[in-house]
């Protein structure tokens, strides 16, 4: 675990909110020449704690309306593999994200689709028909608040 000091946070913190943020805008934001700022930036990502810079498509500005969280339980374990299964899942395109979890479901999954038909279309004739594909939990999602994670002070 690296150590983080007030400065690291609010970097942090900042790009957390706008990843495009340059080391000149942060610099100026907190008093830091772009240099200091750069070589901060670098240590975060060396150390892992900055994995990337992620682009944040707007799914209902592209016209997919419904977001439905999906818990996925495989039908037989250890008939299929959990390779396989998760190579299936990821060539759906509708499906965003996939992990795989401890507890009642084996699978998560974020599945955008158009409306409720579409979804409707790609739980019966795409998920359902996968490899291993047993008892689903669909949960709509009514609205999203995005946090910046925990990176407060301490």
Partial sequence: MMDLDDIDRRILQALSRDATLSAGALGRRFGLSQPATWRRVKRLQDAGVLKGRRLRLNAEALGFGVTVFLGVKLARKGHVSLADFERAVSAIPEVQTVEHVLGMYDYRLRVVARDLPDFERVLRRRIMTLPGAGEVEANV?????????PIGAD
């Fill in 141 to 149: 999602l009514l609205s999203e608040e995005r946090l910046p994670g």
